[in-house]
């Protein structure tokens, strides 16, 4: 029956009946009666939320999911099954698109879902010392073409480890905001951003990175996670790249000898970021000199950003075992650090936790996003080994028991809880789900536009 068969029948026009089916009109109460006897049924069964049948429920279901935002992103044309449409049919089409909402679902990793996939990262990292050796020997193998002995690696010698590979690096001003570098495989370019300061540490590292991904045969990502685990590889390739295996272990080896470890003198020696010297000795120390080690990178409000640790000092963790995002207790260096006046030098101190009593050398720095520390630890007994181990600074912490630096003192409370009415800090990046796509938070449309303006052959 068409509508113009139902229009006459009921006393009505299909155009009427058009915006009733469409949902832009409420039918009256004695149009619905007249349908109803008309298609000799009652107006409760067409009230009735639930399909009539089987085919009904997948024609429904089919008409909902190809009028969502998803679907319309990919330009397919609308599906309208008619009564010769075979149910088979119409059951496949519409598994299809449980499963493109079940994909668009599972692209959208919420912060929770971030989190258990890099706590299973910081785990697996874990089991292996922090230490990657197929990556090491890769990045040695490119380094040592280079002709490098020691120090800091040039930049010619990272331009020549591209050339190796296959790549050229050309430093522009346009990159799309999404993107630190870019690499356009077609070509045989990596494009990087222009040298805001000379000989800086920043740009050999990407470079270095954006190379990792050749010569570590990567390929688009397949998940949230995998997206992770290649950023966790070429950001250690970079390193191993920076501060080479064989002349960083041999530095390490005989400050060792001579009782004067210090992330101060490695990171001179290769001329790197406090940070990076930090993280390459997690890497090394437990697997070159059977030294175990913990690594903190910590905002000046506690904030937990980055975290290692294999000698058995508790990290504060959630329900899910993320340490990112938690805060540490005030007695550890990492944040007393920041209530000492002169911060230009380490800071040691001697930290009593139920876990037994650990040495840190603290360095704090500032970046845009405000101060952080980072600490470098390791247990009482292997502080002999270090530059600082004569510090007499010695704090307690009982964290996480909650009385430890979490609860006021029952004094402050009982003044205070009455009148006090403190307005939390909400961060934005909660309460918002991490971006979509192949590689995450990437604009590629800006990216394809970006490669279309540089393509050799091309003005401008």
Same mark, same amino acid.
């Given at each position: 029956?068409?509508?113009?068969?139902?229009?006459?029948?009921?006393?009505?026009?299909?155009?009427?009946?058009?915006?009733?089916?469409?949902?832009?009109?409420?039918?009256?109460?004695?149009?619905? !009666?007249?349908?109803?006897?008309?298609?000799?049924?009652?107006?409760?069964?067409?009230?009735?939320?639930?399909? /009539?049948?089987?085919?009904?429920?997948?024609?429904?279901?089919?008409?909902?999911?190809?009028?969502?935002?998803?679907?319309?992103?990919?330009?397919?044309?609308?599906?309208?099954?008619?009564?010769?449409?075979?149910?088979?049919?119409?059951?496949?089409?519409?598994?299809?698109?449980?499963?493109?909402?079940?994909?668009? =679902?599972?692209?959208?990793?919420?912060?929770?879902?971030?989190?258990?996939?890099?706590?299973?990262?910081?785990?697996?990292?874990?089991?292996?010392?922090?230490?990657?050796?197929?990556?090491?020997?890769?990045?040695?193998?490119?380094?040592?073409?280079?002709?490098?002995?020691?120090?800091?690696?040039?930049?010619?010698?990272?331009?020549?480890?591209?050339?190796?590979?296959?790549?050229?690096?050309?430093?522009?001003?346009?990159?799309?905001?999404?993107?630190? #570098?870019?690499?356009?495989?077609?070509?045989?370019?990596?494009?990087?951003?222009?040298?805001?300061?000379?000989?800086?540490?920043?740009?050999?590292?990407?470079?270095?990175?954006?190379?990792?991904?050749?010569?570590?045969?990567?390929?688009?990502?397949?998940?949230?996670?995998?997206?992770?685990?290649?950023?966790?590889?070429?950001?250690?390739?970079?390193?191993?790249?920076?501060? /080479?295996? !064989?002349?960083?272990?041999?530095?390490?080896?005989?400050?060792?000898?001579?009782?004067?470890?210090?992330?101060?003198?490695?990171? =001179?020696?290769?001329?790197?970021?406090?940070?990076?010297?930090?993280?390459?000795?997690?890497?090394?120390?437990?697997?070159?000199?059977?030294?175990?080690?913990?690594?903190?990178?910590?905002?000046?409000?506690?904030?937990?950003?980055?975290?290692?640790?294999? =000698?058995?000092?508790?990290?504060? #963790?959630?329900?899910?075992?993320?340490?990112?995002?938690?805060?540490?207790?005030?007695?550890?260096?990492?944040?007393?650090?920041?209530?000492?006046?002169?911060?230009?030098?380490?800071?040691?101190?001697?930290?009593?936790? /139920?876990?037994?009593?650990?040495?840190?050398?603290?360095?704090?720095?500032?970046?845009?996003?405000?101060?952080?520390?980072?600490?470098?630890?390791?247990?009482?007994?292997?502080?002999?080994?270090?530059?600082?181990?004569?510090?007499?600074?010695?704090?307690?912490?009982?964290?996480?028991?909650?009385?430890?630096?979490?609860?006021?003192?029952?004094?402050?409370?009982?003044?205070?809880?009455?009148?006090?009415?403190?307005?939390?800090?909400?961060?934005?990046?909660?309460?918002?789900?991490?971006?979509?796509?192949?590689?995450?938070?990437? =604009?590629?449309?800006?990216?394809?536009?970006?490669?279309?303006?540089?393509?050799?052959?091309?003005?401008?």
């Amino acid at each position: 029956m068409t509508l113009d068969d139902l229009g006459r029948a009921a006393g009505t026009t299909a155009s009427q009946l058009s915006l009733v089916e469409n949902g832009r009109r409420e039918p009256r109460l004695s149009l619905l !009666e007249a349908v109803a006897s008309t298609l000799g049924t009652t107006t409760a069964e067409l009230l009735s939320p639930e399909p /009539p049948s089987r085919r009904a429920a997948l024609e429904i279901e089919l008409e909902r999911a190809q009028s969502t935002g998803t679907y319309a992103s990919l330009g397919l044309p609308v599906v309208r099954p008619g009564k010769s449409f075979p149910t088979e049919a119409l059951e496949a089409f519409v598994g299809l698109h449980r499963e493109l909402a079940r994909r668009a =679902d599972a692209a959208i990793a919420t912060p929770e879902e971030a989190r258990r996939a890099t706590t299973a990262l910081r785990l697996w990292m874990r089991e292996r010392d922090n230490y990657l050796p197929e990556i090491e020997d890769e990045a040695t193998a490119l380094v040592a073409r280079t002709g490098y002995s020691s120090g800091a690696l040039t930049h010619r010698a990272v331009s020549q480890m591209a050339d190796h590979v296959g790549f050229r690096l050309i430093h522009v001003d346009d990159l799309p905001h999404s993107t630190r #570098t870019v690499t356009d495989l077609a070509n045989g370019r990596i494009y990087l951003p222009p040298a805001s300061i000379p000989g800086g540490h920043g740009l050999r590292s990407l470079a270095l990175q954006a190379i990792a991904h050749r010569v570590l045969g990567h390929r688009d990502p397949t998940s949230y996670a995998d997206f992770l685990r290649q950023r966790v590889e070429i950001n250690y390739f970079a390193s191993a790249c920076l501060m /080479p295996r !064989e002349q960083a272990v041999a530095r390490l080896g005989e400050a060792k000898a001579r009782k004067d470890l210090a992330v101060e003198d490695f990171r =001179d020696l290769f001329g790197v970021t406090h940070d990076a010297a930090a993280q390459r000795m997690t890497n090394l120390l437990t697997s070159h000199l059977g030294l175990r080690l913990h690594f903190l990178r910590v905002g000046a409000d506690g904030t937990l950003f980055k975290g290692y640790e294999n =000698d058995g000092v508790r990290l504060p #963790t959630d329900t899910t075992g993320a340490i990112e995002g938690q805060v540490v207790c005030r007695a550890w260096a990492s944040r007393a650090a920041f209530a000492q006046h002169d911060r230009a030098t380490e800071y040691y101190q001697y930290t009593d936790t /139920p876990e037994g009593t650990f040495w840190c050398t603290t360095q704090t720095g500032t970046a845009t996003g405000g101060a952080f520390s980072i600490s470098v630890g390791v247990p009482f007994a292997a502080a002999k080994w270090f530059r600082g181990r004569e510090t007499t600074t010695r704090l307690a912490s009982r964290c996480p028991d909650p009385a430890c630096c979490r609860r006021p003192e029952p004094g402050l409370a009982e003044r205070w809880a009455p009148h006090a009415w403190p307005s939390a800090a909400v961060h934005a990046h909660v309460l918002s789900p991490l971006p979509t796509g192949t590689f995450p938070g990437v =604009d590629e449309g800006a990216v394809y536009a970006f490669l279309e303006r540089h393509a050799p052959g091309r003005t401008g």
